[in-house]
């Protein structure tokens, strides 16, 4: 878990980013801190951003306008990579959220990581992964947008336990092999015990080092929630409260 931040920054690509997500990525971003900087850039005469003006007074977004002076170019990724830099070297904020889905910010995410701040990007599953694995995090939005519904629903949907059941679903419900391969990686590189066993937190934090790696991706909001409903492992909770998995095949 990162250590939580005083002032987080987020910064949104309208054209390029999910109106309908900006509750759960608030929530997310806590993670890192207080976001008080929130902006969201783009052409605000475009009817397509209607559903993010109908959203900024209430989550106290400040609208920064970009005309689209050249068709094919974008103001407002350099709009929002100006600001980006001007809040990295005025020292002003200690973490960046950056919700878009344009593999365009790959060089921006990794130069805030180089100043060592985190970044946390937020944007659909199809994004490239060049920015995926440029960001300190990447979180699937359409997937918390499905947890945070099966929350109030009560439980997970039947296609999410169904999936669970198979050995490990991606937010589509589908099968994913290459999680079972990342969690399996993580647990060989842990040290274990007699038995076999591998803390929790070792695992979860070489798992993390691959930036895409988010257990809110596959529609979990625990690690321990993951290995639970992956049958390749088996979960033992132990004195304490420490938690330790150890690969079954």
Not at 147 to 170: I, L
Request: charged share 25%; net charge neutral.
């Amino acid at each position: 878990m990162i250590k939580p931040y005083d002032n987080i920054a987020l910064l949104i690509d309208a054209d390029n980013a999910s109106h309908n997500g900006i509750d759960p990525v608030l929530t997310a971003l806590a993670e890192l801190g207080t976001v008080n900087i929130r902006r969201a850039y783009g052409n605000w005469r475009k009817q397509a951003l209607k559903g993010w003006v109908d959203r900024l007074h209430k989550y106290g977004i400040d609208p920064q306008q970009q005309f689209d002076m050249t068709k094919g170019k974008n103001a407002t990724d350099m709009k929002m990579t100006i600001d980006a830099m001007d809040l990295l070297y005025g020292e002003k904020v200690s973490g960046f959220g950056i919700m878009s889905s344009d593999s365009d910010f790959m060089p921006l995410a990794m130069r805030i990581r180089q100043e060592g701040l985190p970044v946390y990007g937020f944007g659909s599953a199809k994004t490239p992964d060049a920015f995926k694995q440029a960001c300190s995090r990447f979180i699937d939005v359409d997937a918390l947008i499905k947890a945070g519904k099966r929350s109030q629903g009560g439980g997970k949907s039947e296609e999410s336990q169904s999936a669970a059941n198979d050995g490990g679903g991606n937010s589509n419900g589908q099968v994913d092999e290459d999680l079972l391969k990342l969690l399996v990686d993580a647990y060989m590189a842990s040290s274990r015990d007699e038995k076999g066993f591998a803390s929790l937190s070792e695992v979860g934090k070489l798992a993390g080092n691959r930036s895409s790696f988010d257990v809110r991706n596959y529609g979990f909001t625990k690690l321990v929630d993951m290995f639970d409903e992956v049958p390749n492992f088996e979960v033992q909770r132990r004195e304490g409260g420490d938690v330790w998995v150890k690969r079954l095949r």
